[in-house]
């Protein structure tokens, strides 16, 4: 049973980078069969998507982050991981990690979420 | 980013029927069609349709849904007090190349 799993920092400072990771196990990163993602939600608001990508080739990302997200996969850890730059309150939110299947159902997995406070 | 657009707020009485709607445009909703979530309080999502219509296992069949052009629909029959929660309806925008969400309907089963 594929599981995700993220962690990080549950607070970072205004201007600085929001780094996360997202275990998987139980399965690969580098099926071909799957693609992963990241979804936030701030305290009491909606779903936004930051993006999503292939453990190789194609990334896909927010428009609206576009300029200061990165989503990179390591294929030897089996993780995940988001970094998202010039941080601030605006960026406070839920972080989830998702999983899709290729030409399949979009965000049918997804990690319990790990809360992010910017803050000085 | 241009999001798709859901009414905030939906109430029905138990074992009524609530339809939730979602419209979008030509490039999203019209286009490849609009996956449903549900989320309960203090939970993730959970994946209840996609492509408008393909169920994931396990996903019961009190749920179902249609399409109109660019306004999708999740209808609930038979409302349970565990249908209480927050739906979100997305769609990839082939023009954004992004996928967009509705800012999701609260469901309250009175």
């Known amino acids: 049973q594929l599981q995700l799993q993220e962690s990080g920092p549950g607070l970072v400072k205004p201007s600085e980078t929001l780094s996360l990771t997202c275990n998987v196990s139980?399965?690969?990163?580098?099926?071909?069969?799957?693609?992963w993602g990241w979804i936030r939600q701030p305290p009491g608001k909606g779903l936004e998507w930051i993006g999503s990508?292939?453990?190789?080739?194609?990334?896909y990302y927010n428009p609206s982050l576009k300029s200061r997200v990165t989503i990179s996969v390591d294929t030897s850890k089996n993780h995940l991981s988001l970094s998202l730059r010039s941080v601030t309150a605006g960026d406070t939110a839920v972080y989830y990690c998702?999983?899709?299947?290729?030409?399949?159902?979009?965000?049918?997995?997804w990690g319990q979420g790990t809360l992010v406070a910017v803050s000085s | 980013q241009a999001g798709l657009t859901q009414p905030p707020s939906v109430s029905k009485g138990l074992g009524q029927t609530a339809t939730l709607t979602c419209t979008g445009n030509?490039?999203?909703?019209?286009?490849?069609?609009a996956a449903w979530l549900q989320q309960h309080r203090g939970h993730p999502p959970k994946l209840l349709f996609y492509?408008?219509?393909i169920r994931p296992s396990g996903i019961s069949e009190t749920f179902s849904t249609s399409r109109s052009g660019n306004t999708a629909s999740l209808t609930i029959t038979g409302l349970q007090p565990e249908d209480e929660a927050d739906y979100y309806c997305?769609?990839?925008?082939?023009?954004?190349?992004?996928?967009?969400f509705g800012g999701g309907t609260k469901l309250t089963v009175l």
């Open positions: 990508r292939y453990y190789v080739g194609s990334v």
């Open positions: 998702v999983k899709s299947i290729v030409a399949g159902a979009p965000f049918d997995q």
């Open positions: 139980g399965g690969s990163i580098s099926s071909s069969n799957y693609y």
């Open positions: 997305s769609a990839w925008d082939s023009s954004l190349s992004a996928w967009v």
């Open positions: 030509s490039n999203n909703v019209g286009n490849q069609g």
């Open positions: 492509r408008d219509n």
